[in-house]
């Protein structure tokens, strides 16, 4: 484009020349020879024009070309690449044993299932620790509450066991204590001490004797023993019970003068030894 235009600024020039120049120059530089001129120009210019052209078509078949060679390219190694994927998936699928898409949909329903059977296991074991120590609890409330009524009834039933005037009617409401809790040592010695007073002597020496097995350190049981073996007049077995209260209980020897029960004893040196060293004691 640019030789073209060289061209004709040079035409325009010349002929600017050709008018200046006198007659016999214009006809040395003749018509015949400028046209030659121009045509020789113009072939030129379009041989350069098709030079370049070939030139630009040769740059864009080898620029196409070398793009078609890396998409080529680029797909070959893309599809080498999920190649190798698949292969290195297929061979640790084999490694791992799982030869196929149902054998890891089993693999994962097994895990799955195990999964949930120890979870819910976990949760039984939790839930049945949970419903034990509720029952024991529950246990532990139900008994104090029982333990509480007890309580309150056998406390009741002392309350009227000191308001009874008749030994019949005291030994009915020790009998109710008993029967509520049978390991009373306390009803059973109270309830030997009301069989004395109606002369059940033996049988308030067969109570004193359960009490003493339950508990040997309550002292009142020994003394109930004591005035029951006196009154069998078995003065030995009742001095040493005697002497077995009053080493429990100090208190009790205060009783000796005063327990009627003891009239059998009073006469004997063990007895007196006793009351002597009570008086000297108090004294």
């Keep these: ?55 630009i078509n040769k740059q864009l078949a080898e620029t196409q070309l070398k793009s078609a060679d890396r998409a080529i390219e680029y797909t070959t190694n893309t599809t080498n690449n999920i190649f190798y994927i698949i292969t290195a998936a297929a061979s640790l699928l084999v490694l791992l044993g799982w030869k196929s898409l149902n054998d890891i949909k089993k693999s994962l329903k097994d895990s799955t299932e195990k999964k949930l059977h120890d979870l819910t296991m976990a949760y039984e074991e939790r839930l049945n620790a949970v419903e034990n120590k509720m029952k024991e609890r529950s246990k532990v409330i139900i008994d104090n509450q029982e333990k509480i009524t007890s309580t309150n009834t056998i406390h ?23 029967q509520i809790n049978p390991e009373d040592i306390e009803a059973m010695t109270y309830k030997a001490d009301a069989l004395l007073e109606i002369n059940e002597v033996r ?7 359960t009490a003493i097995e339950k508990d040997d350190s309550y002292s009142l049981a020994y003394w109930q023993r004591a005035c029951a073996s006196a009154r069998l ?42 009351l002597d060293k009570h008086v000297s004691q108090k004294n």
């Design 1 to 55: 484009m640019r030789n073209l235009l060289v061209l004709l600024v040079s035409i325009l020039l010349l002929n600017s020349v050709i008018a200046q120049q006198s007659d016999s120059t214009r006809e040395l530089f003749g018509q015949p020879l400028m046209e030659r001129y121009v045509l020789d120009e113009l072939k030129s210019v379009r041989q350069d024009q098709q030079q370049m052209k070939a030139d």
């Design 156 to 178: 009741s039933l002392w309350m009227r066991a000191g308001l009874e005037k008749s030994e019949e009617d005291k030994i009915t409401v020790y009998d109710e204590i008993l």
């Design 203 to 209: 049988w308030a020496l067969n109570l004193s004797n």
């Design 233 to 274: 007049n078995k003065k030995k077995e009742a001095i040493k019970d005697i002497k077995k209260a009053i080493q429990l209980s100090d208190s009790l020897s205060d009783e000796l003068e005063k327990e009627t029960h003891f009239e059998n004893l009073r006469g004997t040196e063990e007895f007196k030894k006793l």
